[in-house]
């Protein structure tokens, strides 16, 4: 169940967005195995002049933050880039106006259905 936050300049429409916040997450579902219905994004659409990044990036720009549970293999992570990279080229979007973190929380740090993520069957596996 990765938590996923998009920012992106204004140059895209509501439309747009959620078509880009799709790919991401078909990304997620291919590479990291997780269920389709496993979805929490939230998009942040920026005026130009409040998504300051460095030159040479274009208003295409994308910042992909993700939080997600520990377990996914370098491949995996690999995959994810490449896929998310791959799928945004149809929207325009350069690979170099890609920006992808991932922040790993222990399995402790989640509250999941009230209780520890580490007490929470997930019904599926981190280990890709």
Request: glycine share 6%.
């Amino acid at each position: 169940m990765p938590i996923v936050h998009i920012t992106l300049t204004d140059r895209w429409n509501a439309i747009e967005a959620r078509a880009i916040s799709d790919a991401i997450h078909q990304a997620l579902v291919e590479a990291f195995r997780i269920p389709d219905h496993d979805y929490i994004h939230r998009v942040h659409r920026c005026d130009a002049e409040e998504l300051i990044f460095a030159p040479g990036k274009s208003d295409r720009f994308v910042l992909v933050e993700m939080t997600i549970f520990p377990g996914r293999s370098a491949q995996a992570k690999e995959t994810l880039y490449a896929r998310i990279a791959t799928s945004l080229e149809s929207f325009g979007i350069a690979a170099a106006d890609i920006l992808v973190a991932l922040h790993e929380l222990p399995m402790g740090d989640w509250g999941l259905r009230g209780q520890s993520g580490e007490k929470v069957q997930l019904g599926f596996s981190t280990k890709v």
